[in-house]
């Protein structure tokens, strides 16, 4: 009983707006208890689930049920069973404090009809301005009456590639991968830690690819400690890998967004 006869309407809309922040929640922390759940050899999927009443005395009741996960293919569980020697098993986390980026997260960015020409028009007009850009500080080095007007044009040039690298570097590292860092704005900057991820993922329904905004986590073998997500650096170039937050350094592991496993690379 949700107040009684205090104020019947208001503890209705508590309900109702309560039960709505749960099925956002649940939507976001879905696929990593699924993925739990068939890792465990459960062949279940638990559902949030309800049922409206009928006016006073049959109040709605709300309750957690479990169906047959009959999405989930018998090779794909073998596959993902098997963890490496040493290795870790990564699950699907949800995005924190990313009300903007939520959608991209749950449905994603679908890569068909204007959608598509949309995306391919604002990354080439993002390519035509860094190209225009760079072309005039070219000519502004090869038209320098003077050394040091010259070092100074150079120097900008300079500063403007690596700046349109770091903007250009996901979406490049996304065709060539299906995954990559988020850009620095798609971030948490308050977590100490850059985890987010862009993720190309095919959809054979449409037959269409689609983007999505990701997040993947681990615990680590050897300390019990959260693993993350990161850049591979100089030492593993081109690749993203797990990094323990315990020994960033030590604990390193090798991250498959396909099957989700990584082995040790210490």
């Not at 999927?45 to 709300?62: A, F, I, S």
């Not at 190309?200 to 269409?208: K, N, P």
Request: charged content about 25%.
């Amino acid at each position: 009983d949700w107040g009684g006869d205090a104020d019947p309407d208001r503890f209705r809309k508590l309900v109702n707006r309560n039960w709505n922040d749960l099925q956002t929640l649940w939507a976001e922390r879905r696929p990593g208890i699924i993925e739990r759940f068939t890792d465990s050899g459960l062949n279940l999927v638990p559902e949030l689930d309800r049922k409206e009443g009928g006016g006073r005395g049959h109040p709605t009741r709300y309750w957690l049920k479990f169906s047959p996960a009959n999405d989930v293919a018998g090779d794909a569980r073998e596959r993902l069973a098997h963890v490496p020697q040493g290795g870790v098993r990564y699950y699907t986390e949800e995005i924190t404090s990313a009300k903007r980026l939520g959608w991209l997260s749950q449905r994603g960015f679908l890569l068909i009809g204007w959608r598509a020409k949309l995306f391919i028009g604002v990354l080439m007009a993002v390519v035509l301005a860094i190209l225009t850009t760079m072309a005039i500080l070219w000519f502004g080095v090869v038209a320098a009456p003077s050394t040091v007007k010259s070092i100074s044009s150079v120097l900008s040039l300079g500063l403007f590639a690596g700046g349109a690298w770091l903007v250009m570097r996901p979406f490049v590292e996304l065709v060539n991968n299906r995954i990559a860092l988020a850009p620095w704005w798609m971030q948490k900057t308050t977590s100490g830690y850059d985890d987010r991820l862009v993720e190309l993922r095919r959809m054979d329904d449409v037959s269409a690819n689609a983007i999505y905004l990701s997040r993947y986590t681990a615990q680590c073998p050897l300390c019990d400690g959260n693993v993350w997500i990161t850049s591979g650096r100089r030492e593993f170039p081109g690749r993203l890998v797990g990094r323990c937050g315990r020994a960033p350094n030590e604990h390193v592991f090798s991250f498959d967004h396909v099957l989700r496993v990584g082995k040790p690379l210490r």
